[in-house]
């Protein structure tokens, strides 16, 4: 798996290609992502809702492990997650990362 494929399979599903993840960096052991923010991503307090960042946070962890998985990735999908939010999104802060690294 190189970064082609990563790109290949970002590009293939609906949801990522909605919310326009894109990819920044692909390594062995993991990726980045990034979502262009976009005024539809706000929630009513104005800060970007939180589901949309679980889902760019949901896609990096998936795909950090694609590289791995060899055959069984065309069937990989996440079981469990948590997420901690420290600070709120903005718009006017660019683009939000996620950098997913595998550990072990």
Do not use: C, W, Y
Not at 5 to 25: F, H, Q, T
Not at 47 to 76: E, K, M, N, Y
């Amino acid at each position: 798996m190189n970064a082609a494929d990563v790109e290949r399979i970002l590009g293939a599903s609906a949801a990522e290609g909605d919310l326009g993840l894109r990819l920044v960096a692909f390594a062995d052991d993991g990726v980045v992502l990034a979502l262009p923010l976009q005024p539809r991503f706000l929630q009513g307090h104005g800060i970007v809702h939180g589901g949309v960042l679980a889902t760019l946070a949901d896609s990096a962890a998936v795909l950090a492990l694609f590289p791995r998985a060899g055959d069984a990735a065309r069937g990989l999908s996440s079981i469990e997650f948590k997420l901690n939010f420290v600070r709120p999104a903005v718009l006017d802060a660019g683009d939000v990362q996620a950098h997913a690294r595998v550990l072990r």
